[in-house]
């Protein structure tokens, strides 16, 4: 085959809405990594997908062709069904640290590989170094052992997964091609596939702190997800929930994983949308795992744990076994904090109407809670504790907000747009629903499960 002819025409057939063949695909995939395809052509391609889309058997040639340019795991030796979990990515979104524990201790084998954080939203491997001594960067070895002694591990994501993800991943950032149902689906996915678990549990984020900013948009991306993951040979259930306001109290490392030690240690004082998110994702992944044949059973059994005090003995555990120190589970006040605290108070009484989760996210990152490239370091005492969701009636002088600002960053310009991301008005507006709705494979036919 002609090289020059053929990624010519395969982008030439992309920019005339045409459908690319498997053998396309793939073909294309290998020359790209053998570094055969220039940068500016893979631009070109990307560009011509965003714009012309691709068709559902498109997609799945192009997830299975990316999952397939690196290491894909093999999880035979855990027993059980394995589950995996994928939040598409919001602000304050720690469920992770609750659900895979809880996930853990109800017997469903789960090892959670989390990316580090870019742009306004958290990544669980920062959230977690803020640990004293936890270890991310274990083995495969390590981490299929430790699931397979206490049910859960939650490592950094290994870099030879998925490797084609990481090089399309960087020309998107820079084209402007990050929006596009399909590239998403592929990305997200054949990063999943690689790691191997039998079931995929989605947190599809909806509103202004997320990825997609549309209910239709969200639909989109779960039913692409669920479709392409049936086609893969994986059930999976998609939620679709709110992120118009920031997940919880806190915003910022080690802020969110005292708050996720908190509601394991003292469940009756956790933050109630938080704690509804955990409990909804925990139920319908026992029902994927086929442990619990309905999501009241799963509530049951999420309530059974937390409340006994199982939840926070598994993330102990598990923080035991990756070096980390146990007693934060039971004292989150020993995890590492800053003293120099900045009070946010209401300037009007009045019924909070918007906390504009993005510009939280943005603003976290601007006092050194998160990082714009993936190369900058984050300082795990950084960040928000909101006080206030909402619908909430606060009076003037209030203090709505905590922004814990460790490197004195904070200044005037930041401090008024903090200030107008959280809008209080006399009138006070209907709350948006944390659940929009969910989508499931289970127990349908690929066609059956799209509602
Ligand atoms: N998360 C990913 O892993 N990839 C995307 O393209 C978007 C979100």
């Given at each position: 085959m002609n090289r020059?002819?053929?990624?010519?025409?395969?982008?030439?057939?992309?920019?005339?809405?045409?459908?690319?063949?498997?053998?396309?695909?793939?073909?294309?995939?290998?020359?790209?990594?053998?570094?055969?395809?220039?940068?500016?052509?893979?631009?070109?391609?990307?560009?011509?997908?965003?714009?012309?889309?691709?068709?559902?058997?498109?997609?799945?040639?192009?997830?299975?062709?990316?999952?397939?340019?690196?290491?894909?795991?093999?999880?035979?030796?855990?027993?059980?069904?394995?589950?995996?979990?994928?939040?598409?990515?919001?602000?304050?979104?720690?469920?992770?640290?609750?659900?895979?524990?809880?996930?853990?201790?109800?017997?469903?084998?789960?090892?959670?590989?989390?990316?580090?954080?870019?742009?306004?939203?958290?990544?669980?491997?920062?959230?977690?170094?803020?640990?004293?001594?936890?270890?991310?960067?274990?083995?495969?070895?390590?981490?299929?052992?430790?699931?397979q002694r206490w049910g859960g591990a939650m490592v950094s994501q290994v870099s030879d997964l998925s490797p084609a993800d990481k090089r399309l991943y960087a020309l998107r950032d820079v084209t402007a091609t990050v929006d596009s149902i399909p590239l998403i689906t592929s990305s997200i996915l054949s990063k999943k596939l690689a790691v191997g678990a039998d079931v995929i549990l989605f947190d599809v984020k909806i509103g202004s702190g997320a990825f997609m900013r549309s209910?239709?948009?969200?639909?989109?991306?779960?039913?692409?997800?669920?479709?392409?993951?049936?086609?893969?040979?994986?059930?999976?259930?998609?939620?679709?929930?709110?992120?118009?306001?920031?997940?919880?109290?806190?915003?910022?490392?080690?802020?969110?994983?005292?708050?996720?030690?908190?509601?394991?240690?003292?469940?009756?004082?956790?933050?109630?949308?938080?704690?509804?998110?955990?409990?909804?994702m925990v139920a319908n992944g026992l029902t994927l795992a086929g442990k619990k044949k309905s999501i009241n059973e799963g509530y049951e059994e999420f309530d059974r744990i937390l409340n006994s005090g199982d939840g926070a003995r598994s993330l102990e555990r598990i923080v035991s076994a990756q070096g980390g120190d146990p007693s934060i589970v039971a004292h989150p006040e020993f995890i590492p904090s800053t003293d120099n605290i900045i009070e946010v108070r209401a300037e009007r009484p009045g019924y909070v109407t918007q906390i504009h989760a993005g510009e939280c996210g943005r603003i976290a990152m601007a006092i050194g809670a998160g990082r714009s490239k993936l190369e900058n370091d984050v300082n795990p005492s950084a960040g928000i504790v909101l006080n206030c969701h909402i619908g909430d009636y606060v009076e003037r002088s209030q203090v709505l907000t905590l922004l814990h600002d460790p490197m004195g960053l904070m200044n005037d310009e930041i401090l008024a747009r903090f200030r107008s991301a959280i809008v209080i008005k006399a009138e006070r507006t209907a709350s948006t629903p944390l659940l929009y709705g969910e989508l499931s494979s289970l127990n349908s036919t690929e066609e059956e499960c799209i509602p």
């Open positions: 020059e002819h053929f990624v010519y025409d395969f982008l030439a057939a992309k920019k005339a809405g045409k459908e690319h063949s498997e053998e396309e695909i793939r073909t294309f995939f290998s020359m790209m990594m053998k570094d055969d395809i220039p940068d500016y052509q893979i631009s070109a391609w990307l560009m011509a997908v965003c714009i012309k889309g691709m068709t559902f058997n498109e997609v799945v040639h192009l997830t299975l062709a990316m999952r397939d340019s690196g290491r894909t795991l093999n999880l035979d030796s855990i027993p059980g069904i394995k589950l995996d979990k994928h939040s598409t990515g919001g602000v304050g979104d720690k469920t992770t640290l609750v659900i895979v524990p809880i996930l853990a201790a109800a017997g469903v084998p789960i090892l959670k590989m989390s990316g580090r954080g870019l742009g306004f939203t958290g990544g669980t491997t920062d959230k977690l170094g803020s640990i004293p001594g936890f270890r991310t960067g274990l083995s495969i070895q390590e981490a299929v052992a430790q699931v209910l239709d948009e969200g639909m989109e991306l779960a039913r692409m997800l669920i479709r392409v993951s049936k086609a893969a040979g994986k059930d999976s259930v998609a939620l679709l929930t709110n992120m118009d306001e920031p997940l919880g109290r806190a915003v910022g490392n080690a802020l969110e994983v005292r708050e996720a030690c908190e509601l394991l240690t003292y469940p009756h004082s956790a933050d109630r949308r938080l704690l509804e998110l955990c409990r909804e």
